[in-house]
């Protein structure tokens, strides 16, 4: 009796144990098709899309808006250290530019962006007039900085606290911005760091796009007479 009894506790267990891996395969496939669909509203922008996912499960893609061709990262950030975890969106124009350095604009840095290489630019830059005074810019050439005013055409990116770096280089520029953060009493409470269960609406991309093409006329435009000079 005693048997059977043992016997029919360790089905039960069993049958617990295939339940809760059930749920929880269940769950991870449902969290990935939320994650691939992250952004979905803001491909209807872009033509000729290509799409990819990431080891995260958020997806990477790559269009054409207003005749150029963009990149978009979604990047979750769960470290222990941050406040919340946080999601980050990488904007890149990726097209070679007349620049003969990086220089890399972060407000607020902490030396731990996983999306930036910020701290492995050598050379630190005094911000110019109208930028925040948590701004930091570092370049791989201080000799080398785009010409002045250019940056000052632009200060006013910063004014929107979620953007948080802006890269110029000579292939290509980026703009990176804070998409979403967990649930502060759900994480607090619970430890739920899920990120990107809506998919990302146009209105937080479009200001973005535009605001690439346009400091990429002006780079083209404030570049070009020195390069003919120069040639």
Known sequence: MEQTGLGLLAAALGIAGLMLLWQTVRASRARGAIRAAYFDKVSALFADTRTGRAGT????????????TFDLQALPDTLTFRKLPALWVMVTLPAPLPLRATLDVMVRATGLEPFSNFHSLEDQVAPPPGFPEDCKLRSDDATQLPPSGL?????????????????????????????EEANRGRYLLFRDAELGTLPLPQTRLLPH???????????LEMTAPAERISA
């Open 57 to 68: 499960g958020f997806p990477r893609l790559n269009g054409r808006y207003r005749g150029a």
């Open 151 to 179: 940056l000052e055409r632009h200060a006013t990116l910063f004014h929107d606290p979620r953007v948080k770096e802006l890269v110029l280089s000579p292939k290509g520029l980026r703009i990176t911005f804070l998409a």
């Open 209 to 219: 796009l535009d605001r690439l093409l346009a400091l990429r006329d002006d780079v």
